[in-house]
């Protein structure tokens, strides 16, 4: 299929995106991890391990990750390293997910306990900042500390619902200054003014690599979680595009002079669908399909060719809040529609991995089951 000759073109190309540690190399390293467990092919695991030998240091340090910064996006990265440890089983790696823990439990908190979302952005939660931590915090406890912070992050999510919600339109806004003195904030909910598609994708994939990696007999907990990723699932799916089975870079402004389908972001919508239907928070019956369209148009429809190779095409770069001396970035529907659109980012090409892993996987369960 398409998608993995682009899979196996990107990685054969692929140079780590920035010289220090950084969270986009980290969607491609989850995305290779994936592939390996879907397909039991060695070279995308190699890929991983190679990887991180730039980084990682014998007594477990990482090279180049600018850890006194305090940015929530650097502990995605160190999703990855609990596969590497499990696969070589080598000391390095274990002492490595200290370090990143250790980080996160330095990082600086809201008042409400959610994690800020970096050091120049204090007391501020993005939806991003969901994704980049939660999944690792979860695995970390589930393995390693006895489960014994699960409340912690359990509120992180009910935090986002509580503040960032907004049960008229089913989405969550982007940013929430818990402050509320950011120019980009409402000064009564002190939330941003616009549903950006990707931070929703990120909180989809979020919500449900966390439940991934906890003790489902942890059963009430685990509840939370899934009524939190129905809800929000059910709506940011009012506003998919009927044509293309995509979503909005907007997303409920479909009506927008120049709002058009994301790539990035409608794959993690996919993701989380393909995911949730293989650990039964979804009915597979009634949201197999689904899922499937959305990655399945983005096959069709956005992996171009050129030159012999494919690229992924329709991304939204970068997007993002603030700061005071950014004044572009104010949260509005003309911010998210004036940043520039690209090809073969790692914030999308690394959840197309993840999102095929989870729909070949799918379509195989269904087969056996005869539901396909």
């Known amino acids: ?34 592939m390996y467990e879907a397909s039991g092919e060695e070279d995308y695991a190699a890929f991983v391990e190679d990887y991180f030998k730039y980084f990682i240091m014998e007594d477990g340090s990482i090279a180049h990750a600018h850890q006194n910064r305090f940015n929530i996006d650097n502990i995605n990265s160190g999703k990855a390293l609990f596969f590497v440890h499990e696969r070589t089983k080598d000391e390095k790696y274990r002492k490595a997910i200290e370090t990143v823990m250790n980080q996160l439990r330095e990082h600086p908190r809201c008042e409400c306990g ?15 900042g969901l994704y980049m931590a939660q999944p690792f915090y979860m695995e970390y406890e589930t393995k390693y500390d006895k489960k014994e912070q699960y409340n912690d992050i359990i509120r992180q999510f009910e935090n986002v619902q509580k503040y960032m919600y907004d049960a008229e339109k089913g989405l969550c806004y982007h940013g929430y200054d818990e402050a509320k003195t950011q120019f980009w904030a409402d000064k009564e909910t002190g939330c941003s003014a616009s549903f950006w598609l990707r931070s929703m994708g990120w909180y989809l994939m979020a919500l449900v690599d966390v439940m991934d990696k906890m003790s489902v007999e942890i059963y009430e907990q685990y509840r939370k979680l899934e009524d939190i990723y129905r ?20 997303v409920d402004r479909s009506d927008a002079e120049g709002n058009y389908t994301e790539t990035s972001g409608s794959l993690m919508v996919a993701y989380s669908i393909l995911k949730a239907c293989r650990m039964g928070i979804l009915l597979k019956e009634k949201y197999a399909s689904a899922g499937m369209e959305i990655l399945e148009s983005i096959m069709e429809n956005r992996l ?22 950014n004044p572009v970035r104010d949260g509005s529907l003309a911010y998210y529609l004036s940043e520039k659109t690209g090809e073969d980012d790692p914030k999308a090409a690394g959840v197309l991995m993840m999102a095929y892993a989870q729909y070949i996987q799918l379509k195989r369960e269904m087969e056996r089951d005869g539901a396909l």
């Not at 682009?6 to 692929?14: G, H, K, Q, T, V």
């Not at 994690?115 to 991003?128: A, C, G, S």
């Not at 171009?304 to 939204?316: D, S």
């Open 231 to 250: 809800l929000v699932l059910r709506g940011i799916l009012k506003y998919q595009d009927k044509e293309s089975r995509l979503f909005w870079q907007v």
């Open 304 to 325: 171009k060719e050129r030159e012999g190779k494919l690229h992924l095409t329709g991304i939204c770069h970068a997007a993002g809040l603030g700061p005071a001396d």
């Open 114 to 128: 959610n994690f800020y979302h970096k050091e120049i952005y204090p007391k501020q939660i993005w939806l991003d």
């Open 1 to 34: 299929m398409k998608a993995e000759k682009f899979i196996r073109d990107y990685l054969e190309d692929y140079a780590r995106f920035k010289d220090y540690w950084n969270y986009e190399d980290g969607c491609v390293l989850t995305g290779a991890a994936q």
